[in-house]
């Protein structure tokens, strides 16, 4: 399987607080996503990267930023943590979109 | 019309049988095809890729029909390890991913 990790594995924080989600891969591979998952939604993008440096808005990107300073980490930030953010989120990486994507073992993320 | 419909299923059937389900999607000038598996509380994994002459994987083959705008997925022999959520999803001419939401199969011992 492609490496690709996904930290933390499970997180519980407070409303209000801001909220890192980390991806790293070790494939090189050129595209990075993030989604989150929900009963009844199934997967909803949040934002993806094509680069270094580039990023863009999926359909879901409202209270989440990112950021990709190296290849290897593409990093999702809760600013303010809200209940309606408790989810389940997956990183997906691909080298080309038409190959599919890999996916990291995502984070389960609670907000109390 | 949604993007990327499933049954939801469940669809419960007895190993050793075969299942097929069906994903329709609503843009025509959508490019690639796949099936992915997710099996409870893990990632979804690519499962095969699916070609417009239709392939075969093992037991499991999948078929594209252009002109319906749907593909599908047919498992023979199925297995208690088949068990899991099924997820159809659909790349667009733009590089756009849609996912479907899934089909959930049983299989029975």
């Known amino acids: 399987d492609a490496g690709i990790t996904q930290s933390p594995r499970h997180k519980v924080t407070e409303t209000g607080t801001p909220v890192t989600l980390r991806c790293h891969q070790t494939?090189?591979?050129?595209?990075m996503y993030w989604y989150r998952q929900d009963p009844g939604h199934g997967l909803r993008l949040i934002h993806y990267?094509?680069?270094?440096?580039?990023?863009d808005k999926g359909e879901v990107s409202d209270g989440y930023s990112v950021s990709r300073s190296k290849t290897e980490d593409f990093l999702l930030t809760l600013e303010s943590a809200t209940s309606s953010q408790t989810s389940v989120y997956f990183c997906?990486?691909?080298?080309?979109?038409?190959?599919?994507?890999?996916f990291g073992s995502g984070t389960r993320l609670t907000v109390v | 019309r949604k993007e990327v419909e499933q049954d939801p299923g469940p669809f419960n059937v007895p190993e050793g049988a075969t299942v097929a389900f069906n994903c329709t999607y609503s843009?025509?000038?959508?490019?690639?095809f796949f099936w992915y598996r997710q099996d409870c509380r893990k990632e979804p994994k690519l499962l095969m890729s699916?070609?417009?002459s239709g392939n075969e994987d093992g037991r499991f083959t999948a078929q594209l029909n252009r002109a319906s705008q749907y593909i599908s997925l047919l498992i023979r022999d199925s297995k208690l390890s088949d068990s899991a959520t099924y997820l159809c999803?659909?790349?667009?001419?733009?590089?756009?991913?849609?996912f479907g939401k899934g089909t959930r199969l049983h299989i029975l011992p």
């Open positions: 494939e090189n591979h050129r595209y």
């Open positions: 843009n025509s000038a959508s490019q690639s």
């Open positions: 699916v070609y417009s």
């Open positions: 997906a990486i691909s080298d080309r979109v038409e190959y599919g994507y890999t």
């Open positions: 999803v659909v790349k667009g001419r733009d590089d756009k991913i849609i």
């Open positions: 990267s094509y680069g270094v440096k580039d990023t």
